[in-house]
């Protein structure tokens, strides 16, 4: 609480002192990192401690704001604690150089965004949670649109408050039919409330839709690709890695915490959805060429995944499966943690490079690991591990994912069993194509030849923005070289929801979910052994090999006038994807004719969800819209009348 | 599963059943089609031919050399004949795109598994577990029935989901009397000759084997 | 413990060995059953002494990503070597890793090698990195789901648990078993970049997958490389015994059986490189884009082998 009091003045500090003072804007950005760090390691201390509650005299007369820490609270505040620390630390060099100037209304809207994330973490009634999700919604639209003066932003926010509203109307119908007639909106009496399975299921499917809207669950997902690449890139990565979070941590607190009981269906929905958001995400994240796009969609893969295992640990807790209940949410949680970790990597790095180059679009980039090696390399690490490569922090709850898929023979229900194995291929095709998407995203911008000549005068990033990206590389590694560690820390969050802990059955070097027999994973002894092997073929070589190193040009196969533009451009390295996924998209494009001096090459493929969903929706909109419009006259007298009638049809209707 | 050898391979034969139900869903030509009908032939025949001798029902025997002598070899023969006469040896082109039939495939046949469990649980024989497996094989037929715009390709479906449901009634009953079998057989022989003269009939009208003609026959 | 550990050391260096074996088997059968004179079966070893003694050429565009490739990708390739049973079940190192961090650690060679393809900034590197990928997102789902087929039999994903129980059983015909070996066969044929789906002697960059990737390799880093593939091989047809033909596997303790587990692990392999000659002899490369079709093949095998093992053995 105290942190976002700290947040909050920090960014009131901004607000006033920058215009004034330039030079304080760092000190302030970098003082939020230190709360954020002071907010981790308080919610890191808390954990396992019994629920504490406070009430807040400010709100309404008679209606404070009721605030409560438990273990689902402290484990998300635990990540936007640290990943928030990761990144602000960055956005303090971020901001301080260059075009993007450091106003003091960044400032402001910075440090409330964090401000109401933590709140709606911290929320203990229906009006405290509401009030923090939609200063969360506003301060994030005003941050996407710190550049409001290009159309195409402006587009991009409004879409997004748009689709933020939307999503909160159908959260507040959540929370009225959760107080269940009893006029109480604190989460207290929600806890209390008996509800029937019918009015529980509504509850769940608002709830779904209104934090889905939030997390960019398919088919709501649609501002997500538009409001991520528009915002500053700190921002985006706070966005994609903390803001999404909140969403699943709103379900999370709905469907385990609110309601009293959790019916199968509900997971087997929840999965289904997951997976095929999951499978989407990726799917377009190929064939995106603008990097932060790129990195836009393969945030709705990642949010697939874990919803993906929110499902699953629905179903095993509806059939009273504790255990693997256990797993598979320690699996969610830790897809959660990773994904603030590794996305935020990859947004800033991304933003570093937008900074030095000024363009977003792969195709005017590439061979930036010479003028780069800091970013580059430090990206790399974020690439990997979002990849789902071992021993690096996505494997790991990719793996622990996996494991749970397969525990499902032993549910009450004869279809789960068979499907769900099958649809745990879905889990390893997205994870394989996340490799083909990473592979494209670090090969077409850090790697190859530079196929801008202005590429190599591109700067190395600061070192409080280097700083930043090793404090959220640092995660993923400890991440995934110390599971056992972090999963330990889960476990009271995960006995809180699910009613056990996951038992690892290894040491603390080997991470054994169920039973050591079963499956295990040491990712320690794995980098050891990785590390031990590279040292020996290196001696090896060097022992063997007396030859030298000799420096020349790449192989042109006889055709000697190869030049940067030679290689896979964006869109080429996406071609396989859009030819195999033909049926998801409409490809647009024009393409030069054989004459053309000056060929120009525009390729862009579209999201049918789009067209097939949102404008028909847009035009019935608009079309009912008309006909209400037709009503408006300009003569005060009418409008008059209308408020007389509708008052005098609500008098007769409420009689 | 302690069960025993004929068993097994009795299991084994369903799953290449089922194997060769998602193989015709997947050619695209005729002459494919016909080959895989008759390995599915055959593959019925070897069951029903192990059902017999390990169960000691005789009149198994009858049905397996019935399946063997029609399916095997007649009825491929005569197909063979056709494509070659009617020179329709051309891809086939699926209605739907394959990726998407497979998927269909997998989701179907889920469906006829869980179908299957509880009717296998009632009845009495050992074969019982592949009642699941004769399911699906049906469904995948009328599956490929469905997909497929060109005459013969459908008749093959037709006839594949009989073998279908000829592999249903050996294992969750052990066949049907001999009399009932003996007649579907004559049916079946005497529906495919009846085709073959229509698919000629319908070339002549239409110049095309191709089905969709049909719906020029519609009344305006 | 400690005969485990060394037992685990033995076990990985022979398999890193004698790798180069059975490609130079391989490369005997085909061209015999082509009609051939056969090179001798040393011949990948003479190749590779070959390149450690020669100068390297590097790109002038070469980062340092693209000569810590090589090492990597061996590196990976020796860790999978010691997953993997191959004459001893006794692997200490084996609870480290699992079947899915097998998949995970092919994955991690590859991308590396994918992204050491694409540090040049050649047309051919970026189109051997795109292909590979293509082929391995096809591949790794039904990789996985063979893997997932066994593990549900055995109730472990730990290779020699399930080796375990597939070799211990009493002998039954698993039909779930039988499909998800062809399909396994099928994922490696696609992930050891063989005949249909790549041809490992191809000489024409349009045609190439694996090859345009390490085009611009020369000398210890090629020599590296090549031996890396050559393990890769070895321990697919390793994992392929191991998951298919479990017999003669020396069970945990056992150390007198070790002689005759090598004598068979021989014989398997000697085995396996003549079909996989043999299957490359009677088919041709295919199209890239028919390869999906056939991966996706293998996927639908794998998928109704889980499905039937659901319905026929539970």
Redesign the interface.
Known sequence: MIAATAWLLLGVAGLILVPRLPAISKPVFLLGALVGVLVGATALGFLGAPAETAVLVIGLPDLPFHLRLDNLTAIFTLILGFASAGISLYATGYFHSGHDRPSGLLCLEYHLFLGSMLMVLLADDAYAFMVAWELMALSSYFLVTTDHAIPEIRRAGFLYLLMAHVGAVSLLLCFGVLQGGHGAYTFAYMRQAQMTPYWASIAFLLALFGFGAKAGLVPVHVWLPEAHPAAPSPVSALMSGIMLKTAIYGLLRVTFDLLHLQISWWGSLTLALGLITALYGVIFAAVQSDMKRLLAWSSIENIGIILAGFGLTVIFSADGKGMLAALALTATLYHAVNHAFFKGLLFVGTGSVLHATGTRQMGGLGGLIRTMPWTAWLTLIGALAIAGLPPLNGFVSEWLLLQAFLLTPGLHQNYLNMVIPVAAASVALAAALAAYVMVKFYGVVFLGQPRDPSLKDAHEAGWLQRLGMIWLALGCILLGLLPTQFIGWMAPTVKQLTGQSLVNDGSWLMLAPVNAERASYSPLIFLAVVLVALALTFLFVRKVYHGRVRRADPWDCGFPEQTPRMQDSAEGFGQPIRQIFQAFMRVERETPTPFDRTPHYHGASVDKIWTLLYLPIARVAGWLSEQAGRLQHGRIQWYLIYSFATLIFLLVFTQ | ???T?PL??V??L???L??IS?AML?QRRVVGLVTLFAWQGAALASSTAIIAWSTGQHHLYYSAGLTLLLKVIAMPWFFYRLVRKLDINRDVEPML????T?LIG?AL??FA??L??PISQMAGTVTR??L??AMACVLLAFLMMITRTKALPQVIGFLAMENGLFFAATSATYGMPLVVELGVALDVLVGVFVLGIFFFQIRETFDSLDLKHMEKLREK | MTTGILLQIAQTLLAILVAPLLLGWTNQCRAWLQGRSAPPITQPYRVMRKLFHKDAVIAHTASPLFRFAPYMVFACMALAAGIVPMIANDLPFSPAADAIALVGVFALARVFLALAAMDIGTSFGTLGARREMMVSFLAEPALLMVFFTASLISQSTQLPHIVDTLAHRQFAIYPSLAFAGVAFWMVSVAENARIPVDNPTTHLELTMIHEAMILEYSARHLALIEWAVAIKLFTYSALGIALFLPWGIAPTGNYGALPLALLALAVKMAGGGFVLAFMETISAKMRLFRVPEFLGTAFLLAVLGMLIHFLLEV
């Open positions: 599963m302690a069960t050898y097994q391979i299991n084994l369903a799953a290449i089922l194997l998602f997947s795109n394959n990726t998407a497979m997998i046949v889920i598994f869980n299957a469990l577990s592949t699941g497996v």
